[in-house]
């Protein structure tokens, strides 16, 4: 059997009698948006370090924890911290736990990060709901033995960002007046910010806001048939486009600042999807 998807089945086996319900909505909080878990009404935790050969996160601001519980009355299973290309994790590692969210249940994929703003109407701490990617500049995670079992080998990705999604986002922002941008979202590796002339480039190529995760997740995600969203806390704006030097802290600041309003966003967009 393919390794890849070995793995998978062994982290299922290793936790199926601790899953406590089947979720409905996969959510994967990013850098500094963690706390979001405080609006869950928790039914119960799964540490990361539990789960043989899952992959544990080593950035400040991520924890490592799976949440079941329920968000107004939708069942969700929420990460609570991720794992990137940049910590040294093969991209097959990085999209597991989106696979074991799925197995679990889940048929749609929230997905959030932090970025930095390319896109000159942009400041930071607004939203960006994305309506595209760029996945060029990250490795693919659908690389190597296809496995069968969860998808195809060449999954068409002309519509990754589920319309009908998109526009519960949309009404949810206005209803409460929250300002949402919209774009197109690249994953590059990192762990390095991006250099002034490569956010040129970035901005050339019509993108919008630029992140080291999220992407990757969404082509595994659609590989096996889930429906995505995502939206992303524009933390800074992109290298070049301001005076300052970037710093993880800048953006941890930023996103905890933005906190308030994103938990809105979110939680108001999964009750309605119940509808959708
Ligand atoms: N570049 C890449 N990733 C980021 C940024 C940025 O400016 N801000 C937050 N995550």
């Known amino acids: 059997m393919n390794a890849v998807y070995e793995k998978m089945l062994r982290c299922y086996d290793s936790?199926?009698?601790?899953?406590?319900?089947?979720?409905?909505?996969?959510?994967?909080?990013?850098?500094?948006?963690?706390?979001?878990?405080?609006?869950?009404?928790?039914?119960?935790t799964l540490s990361y370090h539990d789960i043989d050969?899952?992959?544990?996160?080593?950035?400040?601001?991520?924890?490592?924890?799976?949440?079941f519980g329920y968000v107004g009355e939708v069942p969700v299973v929420c990460m609570q911290?991720?794992?990137?290309?940049?910590?040294?994790y093969p991209i097959t590692d990085v999209v597991l736990p989106v696979r074991l969210m799925k197995l679990m249940g889940a048929k749609i994929l929230f997905l959030t990060n932090a970025s930095g703003g390319i896109n000159l109407d942009f400041s930071a701490g607004d939203f960006m709901m994305l309506t595209d990617h760029v996945a060029t500049f990250a490795p693919n995670p659908l690389i190597g033995q296809?496995?069968?079992?969860?998808?195809?080998?060449?999954?068409?990705?002309?519509?990754?960002?589920?319309?009908k999604l998109?526009?519960?986002?949309?009404?949810?922002?206005?209803?409460?007046?929250?300002?949402l941008k919209e774009g197109v979202y690249a994953q590059l590796t990192g762990p390095s910010f991006e250099s002034p002339a490569e956010i040129k480039m970035l901005s050339k190529l019509g993108i919008d806001a630029v992140g080291m995760s999220t992407v990757c997740e969404a082509i595994a995600a659609n590989h096996m048939g889930m429906r995505i969203c995502a939206i992303s806390c524009v933390c800074n704006l992109a290298a070049g486009l301001s005076e300052n030097p970037l710093t993880?802290?800048?953006?941890?600041?930023?996103?905890?600042?933005?906190?308030?309003?994103?938990?809105?966003?979110?939680?108001?967009?999964?009750?309605?999807?119940?509808?959708?």
């Open 146 to 163: 296809n496995i069968d079992e969860l998808g195809t080998r060449f999954p068409d990705m002309s519509a990754v960002y589920d319309p």
């Open 166 to 179: 998109q526009q519960i986002i949309r009404r949810v922002a206005a209803d409460n007046g929250i300002d």
């Open 81 to 88: 911290g991720r794992v990137h290309f940049y910590e040294g």
């Open 248 to 276: 993880h802290e800048e953006v941890q600041e930023a996103a905890n600042a933005a906190a308030p309003k994103f938990k809105k966003l979110v939680s108001e967009s999964i009750i309605r999807f119940a509808t959708a």
């Open 15 to 44: 936790i199926r009698d601790r899953i406590p319900f089947e979720p409905e909505v996969a959510l994967i909080l990013g850098s500094g948006l963690g706390d979001y878990a405080d609006d869950i009404r928790v039914v119960s």
């Open 53 to 67: 050969g899952f992959p544990v996160s080593t950035v400040p601001g991520h924890k490592g924890q799976f949440i």
